[in-house]
């Protein structure tokens, strides 16, 4: 049965919505440059997961080379599956552009957004489907993370706002444990949470259309934690959850340098979604910290001074990696 409680008398096409759904889980994946991540994290999701879960996989390829997409679809024309689409963009729409692309041909009654350079621990999507059919105020959730060493990994995070980023987690988990449970912590049973990552986001397909899914302005970070935060304040009813039993291991950043223009793409998409949630008091107090205190670290590193530029503009959107595409011929 699907939760009722997430249905509203806005949404009356959503019983029909859910009656031609076709699958209980759309498992949608952004390739970049990274196909063999990709290919594997295909192959765990086949092999971990239960043949009761019907799954649909839609992976989406961001623009990478020629090479790379070629490597792709030769895999899932070998698997000769119905279930796997693939699709390739001509231009890298980021994150959250990648994903919002796959769920236009997403049919299931909720959404899993995996990262390519993850494997699944578990039957995770059987874990997390069962635990949202379960749990009455659960929009969104996650697995419990893991890196390649088998070591537990922060899997959930506090909203964005100004007193976090000018405290730090640890003084308001210690303030207030109940608003802020300990990150850090290894838990055994599931925890609401405010904000879960991006990296495995599970979420019901009813409440991330009700809300837009994820801010294409935003070309990398913090993406999650603005649609978290926007599932939350839409409807009080609905919550963000872990759910440590579901395990996943996740090799981080293998789509991503860490560059300088990575380090500015953060800082943009911070300023960016503060201000968007928190309102321009916020954000105006926090560029002005930031400025100041990169213009002191251009001291002590030449580096940052191009950083303390970027915070002196503004950090506005039109210096984001994504003003800077080109389209591929094929």
Not at 74 to 101: A, C, D, E, V, Y
Not at 211 to 219: A, E, L, M, P, R
Not at 252 to 278: C, D, F, H, P
């Amino acid at each position: 049965m699907f939760n009722l409680l997430n249905l509203t008398t806005n949404y009356t096409f959503d019983i029909l919505y859910l009656l031609i759904m076709m699958y209980d889980v759309s498992a949608i994946l952004v390739n970049y440059n990274s196909s063999t991540f990709t290919i594997n994290c295909i192959d765990s999701i086949l092999d971990q997961t239960s043949s009761k879960l019907k799954i649909q996989i839609i992976v989406v390829d961001n623009a990478s080379t020629y090479e790379d997409y070629i490597s792709i679809k030769k895999k899932i024309q070998n698997l000769n599956l119905p279930s796997i689409t693939l699709i390739r963009s001509r231009i890298n729409t980021g994150f959250g552009g990648g994903n919002m692309l796959g769920i236009q041909h997403a049919t299931a009654k909720y959404y899993a957004f995996i990262n390519n350079d993850t494997l699944l621990k578990n039957d995770c999507l059987s874990i997390v489907y069962n635990f949202l059919e379960d749990t009455p105020d659960a929009a969104v959730c996650c697995p419990q993370q893991y890196n390649e060493h088998n070591e537990v990994q922060k899997s959930f995070d506090h909203f964005l706002s100004l007193r976090r980023e000018l405290f730090g987690r640890k003084i308001l988990e210690r303030l207030n444990p109940n608003k802020y449970p300990k990150r850090r912590k290894i838990y055994d049973t599931p925890i609401k949470v405010q904000s879960v990552p991006g990296s495995f986001l599970v979420a019901n397909a009813v409440c991330f259309d009700k809300v837009g899914g994820f801010d294409t302005n935003i070309f990398l970070y913090y993406e999650e934690t603005d649609l978290c935060y926007r599932i939350s304040k839409d409807d009080e009813r609905w919550a963000s959850y872990l759910v440590p039993e579901a395990r996943f291991t996740h090799f981080k950043g293998q789509s991503t340098s860490k560059s300088l223009a990575i380090k500015k793409e953060l800082k943009i998409s911070l300023l960016y979604v503060l201000k968007k949630n928190s309102g321009y008091v916020a954000y105006l107090v926090l560029r002005i910290w930031l400025t100041l205190k990169f213009l002191v670290k251009s001291f002590f590193s030449p580096k940052n001074f191009k950083l303390f530029i970027l915070f002196a503009k503004g950090a506005p959107l039109t210096e984001s990696l994504k003003h800077r595409q080109i389209l591929l011929k094929k």
